[in-house]
């Protein structure tokens, strides 16, 4: 009600992010006709996105979906999803039905991006955008030629970017950005969110300060997508790096530590299997990174 309240109509969620369908659909109940609903699947197959829908649809509490995307796809299963008894199948079918009104893709690969610039069907990307992360600026501007909307995920880095009035003046200055989807945990972060929408473009002062963000944070730091889990040792690796930076940045060691210490397995017990790393889609040094978090918080 506050999004509404404060002009904001766009909700992500997906199947993935455990009972986000279940809340929004109950707090929907009377507004959903006010928002745009995008949900998305990790299912690659005709008969499990088919059921993926329904389940959304049922959570949602609602006949229809907006928008319906395949999530998080690495070039690899790009044929799968495309061929005969693929998840497009159900998409197109239920598109078809009148229970979703568009077809999108999330990804986290630049190849995936630029592989779905090429197909008919896809009417969305969504992609990692942001102060430290424009490598795909040029590939969005395509998206803009061809009327294929573009979803800037990740807008503050994965909670890298300390200021988030700067983080989304930053994405939205770029014309080509269709929207911007900040996660939003409280009132005042809404009504944050939509003043930065409001707000004149980027100025001087602002391009110093993404500068120094881009010095600070460089390109290997976690975006706590979770890709990476399971651990075989357990080991919430995001949490890891989420507390290290709250050590190192924030000015917050004791709180930082006394969190950290409370998890039941935390960076020394990485054994270097490198499990992680194979899942990883911003291909980061788990591995090192670990060790380094051990190295702040005394563990090594």
Known sequence: ???????????????????????????????????????KSMSRTKEDMARDVE??????????IDL???????????????????????????KAAG????????AHSTE??????????????MFPYNIVENQGEDTIAKCAEKNIGFIAMKPLAGGNIEDATLAMKYILANPNCTIAIPGMGDAGEVYQNAAAADAEGLTDADKAACEKIVDALGKNFCRRCGYCAPCPKGINIPSNFL???????YGLADWAKSRYFSMD??????????????????ELPIREMLKKVAMDMGEA
């Open 1 to 39: 009600h506050q999004m509404l309240e404060a002009g904001i109509n766009y909700i992500d969620t997906a199947r993935g992010y455990t009972v986000s369908e279940e809340f929004l659909g109950y707090a929907l109940e009377g507004i959903r006709d006010k928002f745009v609903i995008a949900t």
């Open 55 to 64: 389940i959304s649809l049922k959570n949602l509490r609602t006949n229809y």
């Open 68 to 94: 319906y995307q395949v999530h998080n796809v690495p070039p690899s299963q790009m044929a799968q999803i495309c061929a005969p008894g693929g998840a497009l199948e159900a998409l197109l079918e239920a």
């Open 99 to 106: 229970k979703i009104g568009h077809i999108g893709l999330t």
């Open 112 to 125: 995936t991006f630029k592989m779905a610039l090429d197909m008919d069907w896809v009417e969305t990307f």
């Open 243 to 249: 507390f290290a930076n709250y050590l190192r940045h």
């Open 265 to 282: 397995k935390t960076a020394k017990d990485c054994v270097g299997c490198g499990t992680c790393e194979t899942r990883c889609p911003y």
